[in-house]
């Protein structure tokens, strides 16, 4: 799997359209791999689909025995803004949280479902002096699973999405064609659709680094501008892991003098 | 039990939300709002510039002629420019005084007025006589094969040719330092600087390549003449077949068409692309009284010589001549019959050896010639909004 991996974050930046300018990409699915309470994960990356980059963070909390939360951020951008009017560019951003359940099946299986709430911000430049600005909300109900050995693990999860495009500031001035999908984008308003994301990581715990590739299904998006694709690469700390490995070193008359 | 509770309170909002149909609320806009509602306070335009760009008919085409890509913003400020009469001397003259879109962007008097009750001294060229003013102007980009402007020629790119109009005593009566603060002055200029140049600072330069943007924009390639010429030759231009009968022509406009085939589009362009020639002596009188592009070269054999425009909108554009002394067509076709002069730089399409040709067309060939000369009529010009006085 591992040696595929290089090979599947190339295909997926194939897949993805060649329009330079998005009004949709897919973050990560995360599928944190719990197991019991106060379980914590925390992870930074990077992220990439055609013509634009930037990075991801996520945290997932575990306040009760099979209960969760989880906080995602994503953000990235096609090219740089800069003095030359004539520049194209483009960035956007996302922020969410989610509740959610899991339930460890066996030692090292782990299944989730998370029902979150967010929203976000996507701009373009069009290097004819147009912009565009549209503000979003999701909500996404997520169903993962998560495989996790001693040096490596694998994981899936599909998310339901309803995407409401909330509001948009956009320039008449921008190419007819992006215009159109624009238009679209605010005509359709809210999508419905779904997201595949695979997962892929080495390392032993506490410190992970995954592969990740998401994938949007709605093919009819993706001529609005949605991207077909994103991949990544992250790290992933088990937080957890430090604070019980500090509790269990704690001297026992500490209990004894409470 | 209780965090169960919450758990399911939560997905059930979520749902709920999922539910609602929330409205969406995009704004459209070209302009920043605060901009456009500042322009809307004194001007009629719409919320995005107007397309400029001509799209020639085939028989247009294939005589090689093309526009040049017009840039919107610079020519929507051109044309609050054009009728801004701000930009004269005493604030009663704007370029569209001396050319009015009704009349194909001409004057109706001989000479046109200027500031302080002042006059010019020649006949207000027609701007909308030509097929497209940027594929029709300019020896910058055309060379020898581009019009200059003026009935002298004396300017090569409409920049040059409105500075020097607004710069003229007689007609504007600004300065450079002028021109500028008469801009600086008025708000509304400041976004549609900004627009066109990307930024608000005001230059004699750019306001003179702001007003050409917007007159390169004017385009009359949708007459009668063009509509049939099109359906007749369309990219098959050298065949001859203007000669044929016009199905959409009448019997006089098509015998109109073969006289003015056979005595006058030798200079004035069988297809009102560009003309034939570019300055000529058209004997209207035996002995120079304007030196015309003579004034301008000072060579005796350029002496009274003119401009040969196309007779595109010719029906709109009188009085006719550099002077304007012909109020009508008729009196025009009268001349080129009967009353050509011996200038010594008579041009040779209109002599027999040595002496004035006289053309001596019948009273039938007259009226033929005229309703021809009809025919290049371009009616949409007259009233295209896209030139039209955007001032409220």
Redesign the interface.
Known sequence: MRQNLPLLLCIALCLSSACSHYYYAPNSLQTPYLQQKHDTRASIGFIGGNEFSGWEASACFSPVKYGAVLFNHFQVQHAKPDDNPERKYGNGRLTEFALGAYNPIKKNMSLSLFAGWGGGQVFNAYGNGGVSNLRFERIFLQPGMMIQGKRARFGVATRFNRLNYVSGEVDLGIPPTELNAIRSIENVSPIYFSELGFVGGFGAAPVWVDFRINLNNKESLHSSGFATSTAGISIQFELDYFWRKTEANRPMNSFNTE | MK?LHL?CL??GT?IL??AC??D???????YEPADFALLSQYLNLP???ENYQSTLPKHLQSLGLAARPVDY?KATLGRVLFYDKNLSKDGTISCASCHKQELAFSDDKKVSAGVFGLTGDRNSIALGSVLSFSAYYGTDLFGPSGVPFFWDNRANTAAEQNLASMTNPNEMGMSHTDIVNAVQTQPYYEPLFR?AF?SNQVTQARVSEAIAEFVNGIGSYKSKFDSEAEKTLGYNTYSNLERNNFSGFSAAENRGKLIYLDNCASCHSPLQGRPEKMKANNGLDAATVDAGVGGVTNQANDMAQFKVPTLRNIELTGPYMHDGRFATLEEVVEHYSTGIQNHPNLSPELKYGYQPKKLNFSAQDKSDLVAFLKTLTDQELRTDKRYANPFK
């Open positions: 965090k758990a939560f997905l979520l939300a999922a149909k929330r969406t609320d995009f704004n459209y806009y070209y919320d995005r510039p913003d627009m990307g």
